[in-house]
């Protein structure tokens, strides 16, 4: 008796748990906010069959030969329209099987499994995208209106209107116009098609004995290797510019170029494309543009979002995201590797100016001197060091200094020598300086009336004797940076003249009040945007 007590109430459990399970799974598909779900016991083909407004996407898979995919075992997912909005597909002008393809994935993603930000993998190989918007769910651009038609081996979800497969990036950019010829052919030249011998199927062997394959060749292109555009399996970003854009940047970089007094060379725009090329591509979705104002791309390189414009209306892509830039600026610390001048060019500006440029305290002369003569063979260079000597009075309290707008120089259109203020973009640079250091005394030195170095130490010959030392030119001591001072800031929205004081601030081992300095470098940091 007690043996058959147990066997009803397993009996009823099991009932129970049947019952049970069978309301979670009716409140699994009931409680989506599209009704009822359909459940058929009929695999999806079959109930594709039974919908007379499912036909004519029907009728399309059977011709394209597509169908017998809904009558397999493993589980998938239909995206399909109604009769009337087959008439899309035509209009396409894509290849019907590439689109029709795009309407079927493996697995089946009933609505709890379409949250936003999914991306399904279709038939084709491309992805869809699935976005939730309020009690809505997009896929791609389209609308599911009737989701959730359950059926054996899948499930069946209606949208409001075909789905047009997206591209890759790289499918993209190499369909660009030529508007867009610069960023496109710049990425472009630089693939190869190498022989694929993983993926190519051995058929024979030649007299020779090699083997003969019949043969897969596939592009590679060093940008693959840090941000794969190609890839659907990546989910990358690309900022595009437009020929006009990057024409834009190139003109004011002829500007600036031109205002520090450089010529705007070959070099300098293979250095500037290069840059772009590498600034443009991220291995990751860049969401809501500007609120990091600070993005590394893949190659490394900063972006940053306070001074690149881009359109927030990206293009969505099938492994990504493509925005549109508006505005490009080259950084200052990619095309300004040094900006450069000699103190002694102050005998080129005409007595008139001078006062207007140059502010003594304390100097009971100032004669610019010819000093070391050297030469540099491997460079077929010879030159003699000319300094400026600054002479003060060695009166306690009243240090000698100049305190000047710097120069550069310039030829004339009747050939004599003339001069021009520099002007420099604003940012933060690292300010180097050279001496003729030997027995040299203490400077403090100021820019824009800020102290960047107090009681400095320029008499030894290095980094101070000079340019000399630091980044000087590869296997020499020509033309260097020289000693490090400290970093500056040039404030400002422009470019713009500033000033360097150099101050007598003590004696070392000499005993005159003598300044004599050589040369000022400004060299930007990181930070120089």
Known sequence: MKTWYKIMFVACLAVAASAC??????????????????????????????????????????????????????????????????????????????VMNYHLNLLAFDYTKLKSGLRIQ????????????????????????????????????????????????????????????????????????????????????????????????????????????????????????????????FESLATLYDQFGKDFLREDSLKAYQWIREAVFYNRVIEDYGSERDLVSAFGRLWRTDVQQVNADFRRMSNGRIYEVTHLKIPNNVHIAMIKQLFHYYEFVPEADRPALFTLHNVTDIVPT?????????????????????????????????????????????????????????????????????????????????????????????????DRSTNTVSGTRYNGWGGLVGPVTIDGDGVRSFRIKVEFAGLSTGSAETLEPYHWALVPTQNNY
């Open 370 to 466: 010819n000093r070391d003569h050297v030469t540099f063979p491997t460079l077929g260079i010879e030159l003699t060091y000319r300094t400026l000597v600054v002479r003060g009075a060695l009166t306690p309290g009243q240090p000698a200094s100049i305190d000047f707008t710097p120069i550069m120089l310039e030829n004339n259109p009747d050939g004599s020598v003339g001069y021009r203020v520099v002007e420099v973009p604003p940012g933060e640079y690292n300010l180097y300086m050279g001496f003729r250091s030997s027995t040299h005394p203490f400077v403090n030195i100021y820019v824009d009336g800020r102290q960047v170095a107090n009681r400095l130490n320029v008499e030894p010959a290095t980094p101070w004797n000079y």
């Open 122 to 249: 279709t038939l084709n190989g491309k992805y869809i995208q699935v976005e939730r918007v309020s009690d809505e769910i997009m896929v791609g651009d389209s609308r599911i209106t009737k989701g959730n038609q359950l059926c054996r081996n899948g499930v069946v979800h209606e949208i409001d209107a075909l789905m047009r497969p997206d591209e890759s990036i790289y499918d993209y950019l190499e369909s660009l116009g030529a508007e867009y010829s610069i960023i496109r052919d710049s990425v472009l030249a630089l693939n190869d098609t190498v022989f694929d011998v993983a993926n190519s199927v051995p058929i024979g062997v030649d007299p020779t004995g090699n083997t003969l394959y019949d043969s897969v060749f596939v592009v590679t292109n060093p940008i693959f290797d840090a941000a794969n555009i190609r890839s659907e399996f990546s989910q990358v970003t690309m900022f595009l510019p437009s020929n006009a854009v990057i024409q834009q940047c």
């Open 21 to 98: 399970r069978q309301k979670v799974w009716d409140d699994h598909f009931n409680s989506t906010g599209d009704g009822d779900a359909i459940v058929s016991p009929l695999n999806l083909l079959d109930y594709l069959k039974s919908v007379p407004e499912y036909s004519r996407f029907v009728e399309k898979l059977e011709e394209l030969e597509i169908a017998g995919q809904l009558t397999r075992d493993q589980n998938l997912s239909v995206w399909v329209v109604p009769n009337a909005i087959m008439d899309q597909l035509a209009g396409m002008g894509l290849d019907e099987r590439y």
